[in-house]
């Protein structure tokens, strides 16, 4: 298929047992779907702890869009386009901090954190019909609130945050609610870049047969250094014999629930990470026989669940997922601390957070790297994803999650059905001016 056609045959490019290769290698499909998904869709902004105080604020993106969260001093959150309304240039370069205005450095213009024009140089010389009420900075026009994660989108006819959530809002309770509080606070971040498409990080993220052969260095030194029975030893042999289940929640989110291969506490099984002794010590002689359960705290959930198209929620951490271009991918894990626990026990989920994504995150970027390279071959153009179409070990609950066992391909498929058809619309997107924003309040 030439470059540029594949816009015209949308429909064909995704079947119902493999998706063309196009979908990660055209530049025309890239840029609608930075504007059809990473507009016309919810899409993951912030943590509200990361913007905790009144003037804090923080650098984010919407796909493209470079974007500056910010809390005013009532309180109010905003998504302000972080692109000044004189020429364009970028208004903030901070990544986070606390201010009531933002200042460019090009020429002067000065902004509210509200995104109001307060100020411009030399007034004298502008027309009389000039006003600053005019020329504020440009915001995402539709905000919403998830147990503190913060989702935005540009286009006002989307579902309410809680429909589009669906049933992958109560697996977010499930997350949260490990900690003490109820409360979590995204804390900062590792950056790492991958050369490929960001679907090869959207496709790994709900594919439960890689990790046997994907990760088969890390199982094995895993084993040999600390024995078996330890976090990924579930993936060493057969997988799909362990009770382990991948869903398609419905508007592309997926779940990969890897609770039910593991036999031990979450603790127990945990690798060992820097400190864990003298922590682990530490809360024992702190928490006497409530230590077992305050440890369980530490370690991840054993869940991946990804909420489309740019959130995935990892063992105890959150990754973005943000895409560069068509074929370049910036991935940053987030450490996601529980409030209300020890220090000793957020010391210890930080060193967690670190393990996966040290050890295993460079197998899967190496091999995304890989697909984009094979991807390349125009001659050769399927992906496939058939395992487990069809087969009667797929079972549909009430709710529509599509739930099968582990290595089957069916959340792939789920997701990419959903980016069909939200690439498929005619999608209004728009942006509101300070006073304009909308937030709601999902739970
Ligand atoms: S581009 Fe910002 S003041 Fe001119
Ligand atoms: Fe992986």
Not at 61 to 87: E, K, V, Y
Not at 366 to 392: N, P, T, Y
Request: proline share 6%.
């Amino acid at each position: 298929m030439p470059q540029g056609a594949a816009m015209n045959a949308l429909d064909a490019l995704v079947q119902p047992d493999r998706v063309h290769r196009s979908i990660y290698t055209d530049a025309d499909v890239f840029n609608a779907e930075m504007s059809k998904v990473f507009g016309g869709a919810w899409v993951y902004l912030a943590h509200e702890s990361q913007v905790p105080d009144p003037n804090d604020f923080l650098a984010s993106r919407m796909g493209l869009r470079p974007l500056i969260i910010t809390r005013d001093s009532d309180g109010g959150l905003h998504a302000l386009f972080n692109r000044c309304a004189h020429r364009a240039s970028i208004v903030c370069q901070a990544e986070c901090g606390s201010a009531r205005r933002f200042q460019c450095s090009y020429h002067g213009w000065t902004y509210s954190n509200r995104g109001d024009l307060v100020n411009v140089p030399y007034p004298e010389g502008y027309p009389a019909d000039f006003h600053k009420a005019g020329h504020g900075l440009a915001q995402v026009p539709r905000l919403g609130t998830y147990r503190g994660l913060i989702f935005g989108t540009l286009n006002l006819d989307a579902p309410s945050l809680a429909e589009w959530l669906g049933p992958a809002g109560p697996l977010i309770d499930g997350f949260v609610d490990r900690s003490p509080s109820g409360r979590i606070a995204v804390r900062n971040c590792q950056r790492m870049i991958y050369r490929g498409n960001w679907k090869l990080a959207w496709d790994n993220a709900g594919d439960g047969l890689h990790p046997t052969f994907a990760h088969r260095s890390f199982v094995i030194l895993n084993e040999r250094q600390h024995g078996g029975a330890r976090s990924l030893s579930q993936f060493k042999a057969s997988p799909d014999d362990t009770g382990m289940y991948g869903a398609d929640l419905g508007n592309g989110h997926m779940f990969v629930d890897q609770r039910p291969g593991l036999h031990q506490s979450f603790w127990e099984t945990q690798r060992p990470v820097p400190g864990r002794e003298w922590y682990a010590a530490q809360i024992e002689q702190a928490c006497g026989d409530d230590a077992a359960d305050v440890l369980e705290v530490a370690p991840g959930s054993m869940i991946n669940l990804s909420i489309f198209p740019n959130l995935l929620i990892k063992g105890n951490h959150f990754e973005t997922v943000d895409p560069v271009s068509v074929a370049e991918t910036r991935l940053h894990t987030w450490m996601v601390a529980a409030e209300g626990a020890p220090d000793e026990v957020n010391v210890l989920r930080m060193r967690i957070a670190e393990d996966f994504p040290s050890l295993g995150n460079p197998d899967d970027l190496e091999l995304f790297e890989r697909c984009q390279e094979g991807l390349a071959i125009a001659e050769v153009e399927w992906v496939d994803m058939s395992k487990g179409l069809g087969h009667d070990a797929e079972e549909v609950s009430a709710d529509g999650v599509v739930r099968a066992p582990v290595t089957y391909e069916g959340p792939m498929r789920g997701y990419l059905r959903a980016w069909l058809e939200l690439m498929s619309s005619d999608v209004k997107l728009t942006t509101a001016a300070a006073g304009e924003v909308t937030c709601e309040v999902a739970a």
